[in-house]
């Protein structure tokens, strides 16, 4: 069993829970992904690793309240255990040899950005990032990523807070400035990696994107994180979630992302329904 050591929530739908994992802490790498189970009886979740404290010997995760398995997550509290906690799964991020590289974050994505951004930052790299948002009650790690960025762009889509616009506007402009990147490292969802990796494509800049949020058991054998990157077909748990965002083909996997909405919806209901009558 695994303790909550923290919990805490960073808006309404969002929440950061510090888990004590001391040999999943000892190995983690940005990048890396984690699955659970809640409990005994529960689904499995794969959730990327947010954070790590290899003294300490805890991972950090954060998760959105969206489905029937988060939900049931985040009834736990400090103190109590999860069944499973199991990782770390996945290709670490690359992040040597990078002399500047820009990072992009969309909405929960910026939790998984981070740790990207700080190893980069850790390592020497120059350091500039954009963090999207719908409005400003949802902005996240605001306070990290300026601890660790030459340069932030803080976007919001309606302009409550920060610059209004959307990442991709801030990408553009930081290119037009005249900054030469090695790598732009994109993570959020599919939409918005789809267009970060359009505006890159623009000017030849080398785009990695993670592809996390298609990962459903996070083995490789329920096929439903597949997808098409050059032509090939991949897993993005085994084989990634990493990969290059011009080779992805990324109509392909918001069109199979949507086959499952149905099921979530009726499973979300189902879990409400419960709780509410347990209370």
């Known amino acids: 069993m695994y303790k909550v050591l923290e919990k805490e929530y960073l808006n309404p739908t969002v929440a950061r829970m510090v888990v004590s994992a001391p040999l999943v802490a000892r190995k983690a790498e940005p990048g890396q992904f984690i699955i659970l189970r809640a409990g005994e009886n529960s689904e499995r979740l794969p959730l990327t690793i947010a954070d790590f404290d290899r003294e300490r010997g805890s ?60 190893k980069l930052h850790e390592n020497g790299c120059i350091v500039h990032c954009v963090a999207g948002f719908r409005n400003k009650d949802l902005v996240i790690f605001e306070d990290e990523f300026r601890s660790i960025s030459d340069e932030l762009r803080l976007m919001t889509d309606d302009g409550s807070y920060g610059q209004k616009g959307l990442v991709t506007d801030a990408l553009e402009s930081l290119i037009q400035a005249g900054n030469q990147y090695d790598q732009v490292i994109a993570i959020g969802p599919l939409i918005m990696m789809k267009f970060v990796c359009k505006v890159t494509q623009k000017y030849g800049i080398k785009t990695v ?19 098409t990157v050059g032509g090939e077909t991949k897993f993005a748990c085994v084989d990634g979630p990493e990969f290059d965002g011009h080779q992805v083909d990324f109509d392909e996997a918001l069109a199979r992302g949507s086959f499952y909405k149905e099921c979530e919806t009726r499973a979300r209901e189902e879990a409400c329904n419960l709780f509410n009558y347990v209370q």
């Open 59 to 118: 991972v950090t995760i954060v998760y959105q309240i969206l489905g029937a398995g988060t939900m049931e997550l985040d009834k736990l509290k400090k103190g109590d255990s999860i069944q499973d906690f199991v990782g770390p799964l996945g290709t670490p991020s690359h992040t040597e040899g990078l002399h500047k590289v820009c990072v992009v974050g969309g909405g929960v994505g910026c939790a998984i950005a981070y740790p990207v951004a700080k």
């Open 209 to 227: 994107v993670s592809m996390n949020p298609i990962m459903v058991d996070g083995t490789g054998m329920c096929g439903g994180c597949r997808l």
